[in-house]
Structure formats: structure tokens, C-alpha cells
């Protein structure tokens, strides 16, 4: 009898061996003549456990990890094919802790199945979404995701239903549906992951959009850094299409949809949507000036529906389902789950999904296991590297849009970056001004020359002198933070002042400053409630 095997063909997998370990254990299983069916499946995001490797038995799927070629013999001598005690042995696949308290819905195929199999996906659920899709007309389609509450998961948190109503409403000859794949925030991976580990539930998210508002093609735009990622994603479009799911007369409904994987260049900025579609249409990825929106003058100057992933990855479960299903999940306006992307230093980085209303404290200890180093978590930093520096004092905040942002913080993309003791703070904040002046696109002055006034600023706040005293250019940083805050193009710019006064504010030791004279940490709380990132 043929026993099943699972070794993951994610990148974080790969980056520590599992074609390896696949390869070793195809080729002693042979020499043992042991029948094996080894499935490349996506991960499940325990990445300190990678590679994990997972046998079907009669209890279930039983894993094992980290699992390292050397390892093979001995946990083939020990019964792995049978589910056999290993010091390896991590038990049945879904009891363990980290994934047990998760709630899994986008990510609920992920690592289950191999991700190219179109028959493994309709078997777990896969694109009954989509045929519910082609039974309904395109404004009851806007209408369920409008109803669900789904936020753009990007990080800016626009109700994707409204988005999808403005191109719906416009009449166009062509319209485009367009996923921003350039996931380049440090820490964040769950991107990477939906395209390497399940991609049908993005094409198929991609095609319920394209029913939805009219449009027949559909663009993916991904991070020339994700080569798995394009080259899983081109496949699973091929097999799409071959299966029926995509291209012309879907499942014979007579309704069309093409979708290509296009690679970016390698610019940070093309995570903005605006420079994304200049980068589409091959010209060099700058931001556009807004009006006109792209969901009236978008890609190619036609309409378009620009979502990140996740957004797409959401929709599919949400027809399935109904908009109450998803709706259920969550508090306050931030409905549904949110892939939460734990890394920096931690001891157990990883994926976990959760429903909106989990607090850091919950990820960072409960799932996270607190520092990798062994030292106290000094500060998190929470959507990307442009997200505000968390103090102790708020790790208790639900994560929830509304709640981060009367904190002067956002939840952005789900990226949690851990940072211990030894951390400097007033670097960091450096970091994150070098950072903006490096991968600014230029085009508004706030961006391009007050990212690189705030580093100098802030060198001169660390070591002063009389000519540059210390509170002149606290002030200093305090009005460049406002103007870039107020007066940038875009969300590069615009957000750049949350980790740099958010470090000012929670950490002034850091830059020197005694804590009788910090800064008054309210009015620069207040001051960023009534800019959201776009």
C-alpha cells in the first residue's frame, strides 16, 4: 500500500533544505522498497519546524520537524510511514497547539493540499465560491462582499465592496482587475505564502472580481524577489484554464476572464497601487496624482479593481459561504481574520490567522513565545517597516483598525516584527527615514527631501551641539513629521513619521532625551488619527 507524504515546497521550506529531505526520503524509501507518494504541499507557517514533514495514516496526517536529511534513516527505522515516536514527532498535524487556536478561513487549504492540484482544491472546497458566482448577477456579487465587511488587507482597509461598486457602476467597453503581489514590507509573508501554497484561491478570488464588475482580464502584479511564487502562480493559471476555471466561457457560462502574472522591477513603491499601474503599463513605477482614481481611470486608463492577496484570497469563502459567515469574525468595523505574520526576534515566527480583536500580547507570547534572544520584548513593530513602534503599555489594544488608529498606530498588511531589549531606538527611527529617502519614487518634495532632512535631524538630536541643540531639533523632527504626515503623494511618504515618532515618543532614553521633557506623546498621537495610510 502507497503511504502518503507531505514535504513542503514553500520558500521558507526550501531556504532550509526540504528538496533535500524530499529527495532523501524518495530515494531510501526505494532502497527499502516502501511505497510512497511524496506531495510537495505549501506550508503551514511553523516556520521554526520547516522542513515539516507530514504522513497520512488512519489517525490522521502525523508530523514530524524540523526535519534534516541526516534525520531520514532514523525516522524511517522508527515507523514514520505509520505515524511511528520519534523525538522528532510533533503528533497529529492539527492538534498542534499553534495551529489548533488559530481560526483558519483564507488560509484553511494552506499545507493541507498540493497547491497545483485543481482536483485537490474542488475536494476541500475550491471554487464553490465561483459557481455560486456565475448564478448571480454583478451588482448581488458587490452587494455579498460589501455586506461581509472585508477591508482592503493591503494595509490601507478600504471597504472592498465600495471599490467594486464604483467599477461596476461605470460603463467601459474594457475594465481590468489588477492584484498588488509586490509585498515588500519586512516581516510580511502571507502573500508569498497564498501564491506558493494555495494560488487557486487568488485566481479563483481574481475571477469572482472579474464576474463581479464587468472586467474580462486581470492582471498579477508580483515582487521580481518572489521567483517560486511567479513561476507557481504561471502554472496554476495554466492549469486554471486547462481545468475550465479561467479563460473564455467559464464552466460554460458563457463569461470570460484571462489572467497573466506579470514580475515587477524590484521597487518598493510599487506597493502603492498608482505606481504598480505605471509599472503595468511599462514606465518607470512612480506614484499618480489622485483624482482620477483607478477605479475610474485605472490600468491602460479604464476602470480597475486594485486589491492586495489577501483581499482577493478572502473572497472566494465569503460567496461560498455568505457574507454573514465571514461577517461573524472580527469586532467593531474590522470583520473577518487576518493572516498576522510574526518575525524579527521571536522565538516561534510564523503565520497565524486570527479573528480581528487578538492583542499582541496574545502573538507575541502565546503564539510567538516571546523573544528568540531570551531577553524582555523591549517594543513591536506592527505594519511593516513604515508601521508605528508598539510600546509594552498597548500590547493589550485589539488588533482592530479602529482601535490602532486612536493609538497613533495601524494594523497595515499584519506584519509583526519583535524587537528585544538591546534594541536602539533612536537607530531604528533612522533606519526608518534612510529607509523612505532610499526607496522614495521622487515625485513630491515632503517624501523625497524631508526623508533626508529627518535623518540629518535625527543625528543631530543623538549627538548635539550648541549650534544644534537637542530640543531645537526635537521640534525640528516634530515639524518635518508634519508636513511629510500631511503633505506627501502617498503613503511612502505619509507614513514614514509613524516608526520615527512613535520611537520619539514611547523610547526619548534612546535619542537622550530625559523623560521629565519628553515630548507630549498626545498630540502626536492625535495629530496621525486623521491620515490612513493608502
Known sequence: MTVRVYVPRDSAALAVGADEVAAALADACARRGEAVDIVRNGSRGLFWLEPMVEVETPRGRVAYGPVDVDDVPTLLDAGLLTGGDHALGLGLTEEIPYLARQERLTFARMGVIDPLSVEQYEAHEGYAGLRRALTMDGAALVDEVTQSGLRGRGGAAFPTGIKWK???????????IACNADEGDSGTFSDR?????????LIEGMTIAGIAVGATRGYVYIRSEYPHAIATM?????RAVAAGFLGDDILGSGKSFHLEVRKGAGSYVCGEETAMLESLEGKRGIVRAKPPLPAIEGLFGKPTVINNVISFASVPIIVAKGAAFYRDYGMGR???TLPFQLAGNIKYGGLVEKAFGVTLRELIFDYGGGSRSGRPVKTVQVGGPLGAYVPESQWDVPLDYEAYAAEGAVVGHGGIVVHDDTADMAQLARYAMEFCAIESCGKCTPCRIGSTRGVETIDRIVAPTARHPRAQQVQLLRDLCDTMLYGSLCAMG??????VMSALNHYPDDFGIEPEVAPDVARTDESTQHKQPA
Request: net charge neutral; aromatic share 6%; glycine share 12%.
Open 166 to 176: 464604483t467599477v461596476l457602476g461605470i460603463a467601459a467597453p474594457q475594465k481590468y
Open 193 to 201: 505564502m497564498t501564491m506558493e501554497g494555495d494560488p487557486l484561491v
Open 234 to 238: 504561471r502554472e496554476a493559471v495554466a
Open 494 to 499: 505619509g507614513m514614514t513619521p509613524y516608526p
Open 334 to 336: 474590522s470583520k473577518g
